[in-house]
């Protein structure tokens, strides 16, 4: 069973017209990562929730934004994507902070731009 | 903060062949050091980890060592069957850092 679900799979959105994408998580972890992965690249974080508390990567893009309304779910919000924001979006969560704890994977979102 | 190099980039072995792969890390209070494998399009999966306190770790084909004087830990597989081709991502962190820091992934081919 899916323990980490990410909608939709695939996600394809105009250049400059806002898209979100959404993760949900069985769980029951309090720390929920954004990820962006492009071909052939390690996973890049883009920001982490630990409870409520958002933490965002100096070199997230300000165009990159997320919510978290509860402990289950987490958005992906992109304000105004462009071309080079296309790639994989990866939800993780883990149990708590510290180095220490394994992260477990969704299965991504694949955003295409037009 | 952090630094980890993965090598090779790229690894092909024969059906039954052992393979492995290396990788250093910088930050010497790096204490987590997780395996992932992405095959095309999927989710990174968690294979196998181990922490600081431990040399070796095993669960069936594969193994992980860690060298903590070096900085370096490495992953074997042994008898390796083609549904163990995919990408191979070594990490680490610890300490205060909760990040995971990622190499930059080994392509694994295992031809039959």
């Known amino acids: 069973d899916a323990m980490v679900i990410q909608n939709p799979r695939y996600q394809v959105t105009q250049f400059g017209k806002p898209v979100t994408l959404s993760c949900s998580q069985t769980?029951?972890?309090?720390?929920m990562y954004w990820y962006q992965q492009k071909s052939s690249q390690a996973p890049k974080l883009l920001f982490h929730?630990?409870?409520?508390?958002?933490?965002n990567e100096a070199d997230t893009p300000d165009n990159f934004q997320s919510r978290r309304p509860n402990t289950s779910f987490c958005f992906l919000d992109i304000r105004s994507p462009g071309l080079g924001d296309a790639a994989m979006y990866l939800c993780?969560?883990?149990?708590?902070?510290?180095?220490?704890?394994?992260?477990?994977f969704g299965d991504g979102t694949r955003l295409s731009i037009l | 903060g952090e630094n980890v190099e993965q090598h090779p980039s790229t690894l092909s072995v024969q059906e039954g062949d052992s393979a492995v792969i290396k990788c250093t890390y910088s930050?010497?209070?790096?204490?987590?050091f997780p395996w992932y494998k992405q095959e095309l399009g999927k989710r990174p999966q968690l294979i196998i980890d181990?922490?600081?306190?431990?040399g070796e770790k095993k669960d069936q084909r594969i193994a992980v060592t860690l060298n903590k004087t070096a900085k370096h830990f490495s992953l074997h597989i042994t008898e390796t069957q083609p549904e163990d081709s995919a990408v191979y991502f070594c990490?680490?962190?610890?300490?205060?850092?909760?990040?995971?820091?990622f190499g930059k992934g080994t392509l694994l081919t295992v031809n039959p």
């Open positions: 993780a969560t883990s149990r708590e902070m510290g180095g220490r704890q394994p992260q477990h």
């Open positions: 769980l029951n972890h309090n720390v």
């Open positions: 929730y630990y409870d409520k508390d958002f933490n």
């Open positions: 930050d010497s209070a790096s204490n987590y």
């Open positions: 181990i922490r600081s306190n431990v």
């Open positions: 990490a680490a962190s610890g300490g205060s850092n909760y990040k995971l820091t």
